[in-house]
């Protein structure tokens, strides 16, 4: 459960709830009167959907423990992370239906810092509810 946004001077608030495996729930917002119980709140986590997939060094090898985000929308918010197993494999779940930018970073190979914008890799992918896309970066 986040607030994810408050005004204390008006009373006026609003929750969303969230878990790794759903998509987060609408922000729910409220308003607080002093001396008044709020009872019965419900806040529906929705059905995401899931990337996953392999991430290659330069060499097409599989790259162990490379960092890929997963950002949803065009102002990149509900930023989703993950790193590969040693196999290069990695999976994000929960993601919000619709355009997701994805971001894989391998940076054991990055002596400096003009190569961190070499080592990025991205693709946008949109994504249904309930639906798995396997998106691999090479």
Sequence with gaps: LMLVRADARRGELALRASHPQHAPSEALPLKLVPGVKLENLELRLGIGG??????????GRPEA???VLANHGAL???QRQTETGADGR????GLIPGQIGLIAMGLDQVSEAEDV??????????????????VDFG
């Design 90 to 93: 990695y999976r994000l779940e």
């Design 117 to 134: 914008m070499s080592a990025l890799r991205m693709q946008t992918v949109k994504i249904g509810a309930g639906q798995t896309l396997v």
């Design 65 to 67: 423990g490379a960092v």
């Design 76 to 78: 990149q918010i509900e």
């Design 50 to 59: 899931a990337v996953e997939g392999t991430v290659y060094d330069g060499e």
